[in-house]
Each structure stands twice: as C-alpha cells, then as structure tokens.
C-alpha cells in the first residue's frame, strides 16, 4: 500500500527512500530466481521426450544467461523495453559460446558462419524429429533447438513476470514448454512432471506477490500469517484437484493431465511421425486424421508411410538415407529387382486428405510414379519411400500413385531359398551383439524345424498370432514399454501382450536371427469401405475407403530373393493376411477372409482376420474405440472455453473487487476511503502507478499531469482527493448530542462514486489501445493485494 493511501507517517520519506530502493532491488533478483527455477522445474518434464538428462546444463545455462542479464539491465535502470533486449543478447551469446564456439569473434559473438552453424544444427534437428521415435538422442541439433526454445520462454517470463510485474501470466510460458512432453509422451506431463511445473508456477506467484509488497511505503516484504496460509491452501487445493479430478471424468486413462480423453491441440493432424503418434493413436478415444484412398485393386490396400531397418537395439528409426535418394516421383524403380517368371500387377490409387501432415507420402507398396503431388519429393530405392525434399509436412489434398506389385503364391514363395550375401544392404540383416537371449530362444522355439526361409516366415506369423500372445493397447504402458527397441521386445515375448509396433518388430528380429533380411512398414491397415467409387484419371473405376488414427498399423516385410519385399501380418485381430501368408492346409476356408472384396468391407471398424486355425483358438481381441464424430468438437469447445475463462479470470476478479468497493461505499453512505482505493487501482491499471514518497495531494497532481487529465475527469479526480483527505487527515468534527449527552464523532467523509466513471473514462482516453486492452483483461493492481 503506497503512501498516497495512507496517513502520512512522521518518518521523513527521504530516511526510507534507501531501504525502499534496496527491498525493490532484492525483490527483483527475488522474483528473476523464481521464474528461472520455474522454468527449469518445467523443463524436467522434457526426460523421456530427450534420451537422459545430459541436455540439462546446456539448457541450465541458457536459463541462468537469460536470468541474469535481465536483473542486472534491471538493476542498472536500462529503460523497460530494453531488458528483455539485454536478456535476448546473452541468450545469443550463451547459444553461440555453446554450439558454435569457432566461428564466432572473441568464441561469444555471432558471425555469418555462426548463422551458417545455426541453420545446419536446425536441419539436423529437423532430421531427427521426423526420423527418429522418442526418447530421441539428444544430439547437438535437438539440444540446441531446446536451449533455444526454453531460453526464449524464459525471456517471456522473467518479463511477465518482473519487469512488468505480472506473475499470473507468466503461466502462459511456463504452459509452452509443458506442450511438448503432455503431447507427445505416451503418458503425458506424468504426476512428478505436473508436479514441479505446478510448483515453478506457485513460486513465482510467491515472489511477485513479495515483490509487490517490498514496493509498498508500509516496509512489510512479507505477507501476514493468514494471507500465507490462506495462499498456501488455496495452492495445494488447486494442485490436488488438477490431480484428481481426471480421476472421476468419464473417459480418462491414467496419468495426469492432459493424459486421457484430453483436448488435444494436434487433433484432425496425424502423420508427424508415425513411430512416436503411433501409441497414442491408437489409444484415442475417438477417430481423428481422416484419409481416403480409391483404388481399382482388387482388394485393399496398405498405405505404407517409411520403414524401419536400423535396429541397432537402444532405438529403431527410420533412415532418411539422404545419400542415396532421388529427387522426382515421375519414374520410380525399386533396388531389389522381381523374377521375370512373377507376374506383376499394376494398381492406380488416389489418396487424398486435409489433416494428415507428415513429411513421408502416404503409398501403396510399391509405388512407380506419384502425380499431382504438391512440392519437391525425393524416393529411396532400397525402401521405396518418399520424403520431403524440403522437410514441409503440408497436407495433401489429392494426388495419385501408380504402382507395381508382384502377385504371389505359396508355392512360389515356397520354392526360394535363403537370399545370398550381400543381396541387400547390411542394414536390412543387421543385428546388435548383445541380442537379448529371450530373442533368440523364441525364434528357435517357434520356427522348429523348419529350413526354408518361406517356412520359417509363415511359422513365426502363426507363432505370434496363436493363443500364446493377445492383443493389448494397455498392456505396453502399463508395463512400462510402450515403445521400441530390443528391451521393450525382450518385455513383450516375456509379457506376450502388445500391440502392432511390437508383433511386427518381434518378427522382424526373429526373422533376423533365422536368416532372413528383414524391416518393418509404418502407415495404415486397409482401412473400410465408403461404398462410394470415384472415377480415376484414364476413366477408370475406383473403390474408395477411409482410413483414420484408428487404423496406424506396423506390419514386417521380409525379402526373398527374386520375389523382392513381401508383406506379413503377424497381429492378432489386426489388418489383413495377405493369401500368400496362409498355412496350405487354411487357404480353402482362409481364401475369402484375407482376400475379401473391398466393397464387402464393413464401415464398423478395422477389419479383422482370425488366426490360422493350426494355432489354437485366440481369446477375445478388444475391440478398438467406434468413431465418435462429436468428440472432437467437445473436446475442442471444452478447451476453447477452459482457455477463455482462464483468459477472463483477471478481468472478473478486479471486476469482483470494484463491485465490492461500490456497495460498501453505499452502505457507509459514500466512504471516501474506498473511492479513492478504487482511483489508486484504476490508475495502475492504466500505467500510472503511485510512487512510494507519494502524498495523495501530490499523487493526484501528478496523475492528472502525466494522463493529461481535464475537464470533468480532472474535476472529479480532486473531489476523490479532497474527500479522501478530509477523512483520513482532518480531525474528526463532532455533531452536538441530545440534552445531556455527550457530543459523537462524526461519520465518514462522503464521496460520490459517479466521480470513479468519470476519472475511468479520463484515464482511457489518454491511453493508446494496447494499454487499455492490458488495463481490461491483465489489470495490473491486483498484484497489490487485498483492500476494501
């Protein structure tokens, strides 16, 4: 509470001027160390989207570089608008000292081969995002990315938060970095992660609300016990409560918020990368990232995104093999040539959508031209993908892909031996050393005796689709490897519970470890049928289907030699077994489940194939979530309108306050005290704040100077001030009591509360737009603490 709102104190101000000046100065660094270690206490829930926690003290560093250079341009006096400058600059510094120590003058300033560096360690970030599935590495790309990323939040808020002495909304930072983890790990922000963001944030309420205290004439840089602990409970209260809450919302999964059936910001988008959205795709609650496809092929297709072939054991990613691609989709070859003596079969698809957003295109395997395509694309002839030429992951909303497949048998398959050395780049055999045992023993145990490469295939498929294993899309978080790599492997043959990411890769490595080149497919099972045809560009008809987020799929594809790449589907209750995949005794009676006309496809939800009947009969699959078209809107509007109520909170509570006020001065029958606390808080709110030395009388002289008050405004301004005065200076008048009593005090000064509209309206009209939209919805005098 500033001088100008109370009884002059019989110190003179000039002795307190000094203490003031220091309680300002130390509540600033106060509040600067708040927003810091709130930053850095969000960042911890970073680990698991970042592999370890050797990214942390390059981004510490990054964080104390901001924090300081802005307290100390604070405590230098530089002009407001520069201290977020001061803060940019060291950040700058910071960055360039770290990652590009050698091109840089005197190792900390920037050069043009700094800014060379800074573009080469963005492309190599943006490699490893859409390449590799989390935790990713954090090599010098990404970490420089997340020190860049956290150290701009920072910036944000340390300026909320102590230069314009808005703690509140320095939430808003705090909530960007939180966006990450809470989207893309599997199980969100996660308890301990909500945790420590939570009590960053109280921090740094704690130290605004102290800073604004050590600004006041009264000297008290610490709230009153009841103030504290009503702060305390009221932050534990709302802590508890974001953490139970969920618990009784029908619909959520376990987890903290936003894990479950949340808003999600990324909703209708799909495709970023398949490996790391796959999982939670899965586990929606509703159908998000619609894609159609038409197709004149005679039965359904996969749409196959990228692959992965690089399982070096501590992660599997797709590789970009930038080396080798091709830039263009007008003519596409595969490496791996097919036999002569193995007809082919060309099919024409057009595919189309508005949220699927990747840099990978979306192709039946395998594609030998791709047209009307928007952008660059470039194609790798070892895995027939085709990526981005420029990394730009817009949707397309149509375009088509001719392509060549060859149309096997059994028996052809049947009569391939073992492909030869060197028949495939050694990435597609690779296996790491130390293999987990586990591993080993299952693909012996469950090939047998079998020699053939064809043999051991369809064993291992029938191996994994047997009674033995079930489908689960719980079962992996749960158990803690929702995921991949050869430790979440090892867990899943010990567990024999997962999904499709772990049913393909377990025969991919098997396959390995037998003897047969091996890599796994990312994209979409066939999906259903619309009932609907379209017409293709040479007249032709084609089916049309549509698949969704329920129907991200993994599946391995192993070479044989002469037959090229061939697909198998070894998940329970998942996509569709090729013909060519059934044991011979099955093909009769599995013939018209695997290769089922695509208009006798049903729209209920993702087709599903029994396992062979050699295997013993499989226990109930879980039948995935039906397409509920109205949840995503729900979801949408209940965020929208979380996110709107918390953006007017600061409006309503100094709305509240005011309200408050008002019949209190009515009740007293005009309380001029309370008039002018409402002028003191409207003047802060619109940038003029009252001074610590200030006397109301002076205040009110400096008020109407600086907003150029006049006229009526001005005139009501020194009605509040006189009013004001004569109650809280005046010696208090008596008024003569009846015949033999004593004389009473009299009551209060009145004031009329017409006068507040008229020093509001005043005060709006000397302001530029900005500063009454930040006086409206952030008002700056509800850091000054409770008053009535």
Known sequence: MTAAMTRTRSRPPAQGAPRATARRASAQWVTGAAAAAAVLLCSLSIHGVLEGFGWMWPLSLSVAAVSVATALARRFRFPTVLVPVAGLASLTMALTWMFSFDTAFLGIIPTSGTAARAGALLSDAQTVVISQVIPVVPDQGVVFIACLAVGLVTVLVDTL???????????????TILLVPGIIKPQSVGTAGFLAAALGFLLVLAAGAWQERADSRTGRNRPTGSHAAGAVGIGAGAVTAALLLPLAIPGFSTGAFPQGARFDLFAGTTGLNPVVTLGNDLRQPSATGRITYATDSPRPLYLRSTTLEDFSGSRWAPDTRSDSRRLGTSTMTPLESVSASIPTTVTTTVIGSQSYSSPWLLAPYAPSSVSEVGGAWTWDPSTMTILSADGSADPQSSYQVRSVSPTMTGEM???IGPAPEGAVDPVFTDLPDDLPQVIRDTAREAVGAETAPYGQALALQSYLRSARFSYSLDAPVEGGYDGNGMDVLARFLEQRSGYCVHFASAMAVMAR??????RMGLGYAPGRATNETRTGATGQ?????VVDSRDAHAWPELYFEG?????????????????????????????????ADPRELQASGPPSVPSPAASPPASPQPVGPAETGGAPFAGAGIGFLAAVLAFLTPRGLRRRRTRKRQRAHAELGGGAGLAWEEAIDLAQDYGFPARTADSPRSYAARLAADAGLTGPSAAALDRLRQAYEAEAYAAPATVPGPPGRASSPQGRTSSSWADIGLLAAGLRAAVPAGTRIKAALFPASLGRGRRT
């Open 161 to 175: 938060a102590v230069t314009l002495r808005m703690p509140a909304a320095s939430g808003l930072g705090l909530f």
């Open 413 to 415: 398959l049947r009569g």
């Open 513 to 518: 470890e037998v003897g047969i080149p091996s």
């Open 541 to 545: 008809e084609l089916d049309e289907f």
């Open 563 to 595: 037959a090229g790449w061939v697909r198998f589907e070894p998940t329970p209750s998942r996509g569709v077994v090729p013909s060519y995949a059934v044991p011979r005794q099955q093909n009769a009676g599995a013939a018209a489940q695997t290769d």
